[in-house]
C-alpha cells in the first residue's frame, strides 16, 4: 500500500542557510508524482513542486528544490537561503498513476526559521 | 482567478445537525477531493471524485457523503456530525493523472458540539 514518512515533526534554521526536509515514501506503482506543499499559520495550502517518477533530473523551483533518490524511496525537500516567511509546516504527497485521484499525505513537518 | 471556493469558512453546530459545506472550482478539473487535517496526522483523504457522478472513498469516508452532480460542484455532506468530525476540512481539485496536484480551497474550521 502507498505510503509517505516524514520523520521531522519540527525543523530550526537560521535565516538565509539551507535546510532539507526529509520525506520517503512506499510504492508498488511504476508510475507516480511526488509533491510538496507549504502550509502558513494562515492556513491555505500552497502547492511547491513537483518530481515526477520518470524523471531524470531532479525538480528545482526558484528556492526550492527536491532531492529525488528512487532506489531509496526519498524525496527530500530543500530549502535555500531561508527566510522568515518560510516559517510554515511542510507536507509531502504522493499521487500513483495514472487514473486515481488518491494524493495521499505525510504527517508533516513545521519549520521555524530563526532570524 | 483560477481557483477552488469553499463555504463558509468557519462552522460551529451541534450534535446530529446536518451540515453541507459547499465546494465549486472553475477550472474544469476532473477531479475533486475532500480532506480532513488534524494534528499529527496530516491530511487525510474523505472521498475523491473522478468525473459526474463518479465518486470513491478515500482513507477517512465513515460519517460522510458527497455527490458530484455538476462537474464544478462537489459539496461534502454531514448527515449527523459527531464531535470527533470537528476538524478542518479542505476541498480540491486537479486534472487527471499523477502529473498533478490538487489546487485547494481556503479551508473550512468545523466544530461540533
Known amino acids: 500500500a502507498q505510503k509517505i514518512t516524514q520523520t521531522q515533526p519540527g525543523m530550526f534554521v537560521q535565516e538565509k542557510e539551507a535546510v532539507t526536509l526529509d520525506c520517503t515514501y512506499d510504492?508498488?506503482?511504476?508510475?507516480?508524482?511526488l509533491f510538496w506543499y507549504k502550509q502558513p499559520s494562515s492556513g491555505e495550502m500552497i502547492f511547491l513542486i513537483y518530481?515526477?517518477?520518470?524523471?531524470?533530473q531532479n525538480a528545482t523551483e526558484g528556492r526550492y528544490s527536491l532531492n529525488f533518490q528512487k532506489a531509496r524511496k526519498s524525496a527530500n525537500l530543500v530549502i535555500s537561503a531561508s527566510q522568515l516567511g518560510d516559517s510554515a509546516m511542510y507536507f509531502c504527497?504522493?499521487?500513483?498513476?495514472?487514473?486515481?485521484?488518491?494524493?495521499?499525505f505525510g504527517q508533516g513537518t513545521t519549520l521555524q526559521v530563526k532570524p | 482567478e483560477a481557483q477552488v471556493t469553499q463555504n463558509p469558512r468557519y462552522l460551529i453546530t451541534v450534535t446530529g445537525k446536518k451540515l453541507t459545506v459547499t465546494c465549486s472550482q472553475n477550472m474544469n478539473h476532473e477531479y475533486m477531493s475532500w480532506y480532513r487535517q488534524d494534528p499529527g496526522l496530516g491530511l487525510r483523504q474523505i472521498y475523491y471524485s473522478m468525473n459526474v457522478e463518479v465518486t470513491d472513498k478515500g482513507d477517512v469516508p465513515e460519517g460522510y457523503k458527497v455527490s458530484r452532480k455538476e462537474k464544478r460542484n462537489f459539496p461534502l455532506i454531514l448527515e449527523s456530525p459527531s464531535p470527533n468530525q470537528t476538524s478542518l476540512y479542505f476541498c480540491?481539485?486537479?486534472?487527471?493523472?499523477?502529473?498533478?496536484?490538487?489546487?485547494f480551497g481556503s479551508g473550512t474550521r468545523l466544530t461540533v458540539v
Open positions: 510504492t508498488s506503482d511504476p508510475s507516480y508524482g
Open positions: 504527497a504522493m499521487r500513483e498513476g495514472p487514473n486515481t485521484g488518491k494524493l495521499i
Open positions: 480540491a481539485s486537479s486534472l487527471s493523472g499523477q502529473l498533478y496536484g490538487y489546487t
Open positions: 518530481q515526477g517518477s520518470y524523471d531524470q
